[in-house]
């Protein structure tokens, strides 16, 4: 059978050569522009990828409701209606109330640390905890209770307690320290033993275990079911926009350090996505200025290819022979595009990135992946075009 | 390989005109080996019962049929095939490519479906009287110059028929001999036939049947 050199003489393929040259040109940058965002977009997932606070893959936020000087005296603790809207959100893996204590609570440290404060203490389904250790149970008439300390407080009373003349703890000695909790109730004060058994760095609260504030709320409070003031959300991602905006229209408030990175992510992986669909109207762009330069070279040899065909040159062959030729074209630009994109990343995270981690040298296998489906479609599209043109001029004979 | 033409009429013609015809409207076989002469008038569709032939218009009534296959169902991608091995064709406006030379024409047509070695084109060409020219432009030589090219290539390739269109119309005697003899010696080397149709009887065209249309 011939080959393409053959059939070259017989084609005006050489015309238009400024027009060919441009959609070379198109396809190459809008090639790179898309790889390229689709990078970023990458980078960007996984630089602003929350690490702190993570348990079984996912993220733990506290949300409580937006107080604002048009609802400070009203309710703002959460019902049981709103605590399912929110479980029933598919970016919400699951959420429970923190319930905190419906009667006074004073807390000493005894004779070796003269202190004494009001507290305030929580309850949280164990779950949603850090750290629990065995130890963190209470039963009905046990006189000492284990609480989990925020190591965020513990960090305050360290700060303050020189200015006190209190001995500054580490994290070994305060559980060793015997708090004594006064719960007052309605017929007088009940006193407990109360032992930090752990330090958590999640929930800034003074916890106790459920068991407890449930009898204490009944007993001492005269409250069987409480609203809570805080409820805890277990998400796959803290910075998720749809979380983020779903927090946003219920008039929510979440720990900002949490989520600080959301917005900034959703804003960059706007600019980059909004970068990806110039890079795909560039492919078009490009892609229709070579269909142009394609269907004039068969519109100017129209005649020539019509008495191939009547010669008994088959058109499948011909269009095969034809769309080959621009096979190798498409592939060197291709290359070359997901060779700027291999330097892009390189110098990102040389040059920008200073050799962060988190970040490969390399590009991600997606940006591979999608440089070999660009190449293939173009190859198919040049080559369907053709074929239709040709069977075209087949029907016209 | 057999063409059979039944009762093939040119729709643009009245039927009243084709009642002497021995060819229009007519159930008619050609089988390979045995040479057809087709003696018509100006008018009377030479040129429409060759293109009809090789199916380049479909504008007739009735059925002609390769084997026994009508083709009228072929698309371009059967008729190749066909063209490739089993038909080929001079056609009276000759249809070379006029910006090629003339070797480029010939070979477009050899490449297809080799039945001549490279170097048979110039001896083919020596014997027709135009291996000068080969290299030259095709649109640089005269008509008659043009009709041996188109001989020649309908020669390149394998073929149970050859179908010749007034193929001899602007050469003189002993260029006509010539191309004769090239054409009948080929068609015996593959033990085609030639289907020729010409305005007037060729007296060193050996046909089995004369049919005037």
């Given at each position: 059978m011939p080959s393409f050199k053959h059939i070259i003489p017989f084609l005006?393929?050489?015309?238009?050569k400024w027009s060919r040259w441009f959609s070379y040109v198109g396809l190459g940058v809008g090639v790179l522009l898309l790889l390229c965002s689709i990078q970023m977009f990458i980078n960007i997932n996984h630089l602003l990828k929350?690490?702190?606070?993570?348990k079984d893959g996912a993220d733990f936020i506290s949300v409580t409701k937006t107080i604002t000087n048009e609802n400070m005296?009203?309710?703002?603790r959460f019902t049981e209606a709103d605590l399912k809207e929110i479980k029933s959100q598919?970016?919400?893996s699951d959420a429970a109330p923190l319930i905190s204590n419906q009667f006074r609570v004073k807390a000493s440290a005894g004779s070796i640390i003269p202190f004494s404060t009001d507290l305030f203490l929580e309850s949280l389904d164990e779950?949603?905890?850090?750290t629990v250790p065995p130890s963190f149970s209470w039963k009905e008439g046990q006189t000492d209770v284990p609480i989990i300390f925020s190591s965020d407080f513990m960090e305050m009373y360290n700060v303050f307690a020189p200015s006190q003349d209190l001995p500054q703890l580490s994290d070994k000695t305060m559980s060793s320290v015997n708090i004594i909790l006064e719960c007052y109730t309605p017929v007088g004060v009940q006193n407990y033993k109360a032992r930090i058994v752990a330090l958590s760095d999640r929930i800034n609260s003074v916890l106790v275990p459920n068991s407890f504030m449930q009898f204490a709320n009944k007993?001492?409070?005269?409250?069987?079911s409480v609203n809570a003031s805080r409820i805890y959300i277990k998400t796959?991602?803290?910075?998720?926009p749809q979380l983020l905006n779903f927090l946003e229209a219920k008039d929510y408030r979440v720990n900002?350090?949490?989520?600080?990175f959301g917005r900034v992510k959703q804003i960059l992986q706007a600019i980059v996505s909004g970068m990806a669909g110039f890079g795909v109207l560039v492919i078009l762009l490009a892609m229709l200025l070579f269909s142009f330069y394609l269907q004039l070279m068969i519109a100017k040899s129209k005649d020539n290819l019509q008495l191939l065909l009547t010669l008994g040159y088959s058109p499948k062959w011909l269009s095969r022979t034809v769309a080959k030729n621009w096979i190798p074209v498409y592939i060197s630009i291709v290359l070359a595009a997901l060779l700027f994109t291999v330097l892009f990343q390189f110098s990102f995270q040389h040059?920008?990135?200073?050799?962060?981690?988190?970040?490969?040298?390399l590009p991600h296998w997606i940006v591979l992946a999608v440089a070999v489906i660009l190449l293939l479609l173009s190859i198919l599209t040049n080559y369907r075009l053709i074929r239709k043109l040709l069977y075209r001029l087949g029907e016209k004979m | 390989m057999q063409i059979l033409l039944d009762k093939v009429l040119p729709v643009?013609?009245?039927?009243?005109?084709?009642?002497?015809?021995?060819?229009?409207?007519k159930t008619i076989t050609f089988s390979k080996g045995e040479n057809i002469h087709i003696i018509a008038p100006s008018g009377s569709g030479k040129t429409s019962l060759i293109h009809f032939l090789y199916g380049?218009?479909?504008?007739?009534?009735g059925r002609i049929c390769y084997d026994s296959t009508n083709?009228?169902?072929?698309d371009a991608e059967k008729f190749s095939v066909w063209r490739q091995q089993h038909i080929s064709i001079v056609f009276q406006d000759l249809r070379?490519?006029?910006?090629?030379t003339v070797l480029q024409n010939l070979e477009i047509k050899r490449f297809?479906?080799?039945?001549?070695?490279?170097?048979n084109i110039t001896a083919m060409a020596k014997r027709l009287g135009?291996?000068?020219?080969?290299?030259?432009?095709?649109?640089?030589?005269s008509y008659g110059e043009q009709q041996r090219i188109a001989i020649i290539r309908a020669l390149q390739q394998p073929f149970d028929f050859l179908l010749l269109d007034?193929?001899?119309?602007?050469?003189d005697e002993a260029n006509r001999r010539k191309a004769m003899e090239l054409m009948e010696e080929e068609s015996r080397k593959r033990n085609a036939t030639i289907i020729l149709a010409d305005?007037?009887?060729?007296?060193?065209?050996?046909?089995e049947r004369t049919l005037h249309l």
């Open positions: 005006s393929a050489g015309q238009n929350e690490k702190s606070s993570r005296g009203m309710d703002n598919p970016f919400i779950k949603f905890l850090d007993n001492f409070g005269g409250v069987s796959i991602d803290a910075n998720n900002k350090d949490k989520t600080k040059f920008v990135m200073y050799e962060r981690e988190e970040l490969s040298p | 643009f013609f009245e039927p009243g005109k084709v009642i002497n015809s021995q060819v229009w409207d380049l218009r479909n504008d007739y009534n083709i009228k169902n072929f070379l490519f006029t910006e090629q297809l479906s080799p039945f001549h070695a490279e170097n135009i291996e000068t020219k080969l290299n030259k432009l095709c649109k640089t030589c007034e193929p001899f119309s602007h050469l305005l007037r009887e060729i007296e060193y065209f050996k046909s």
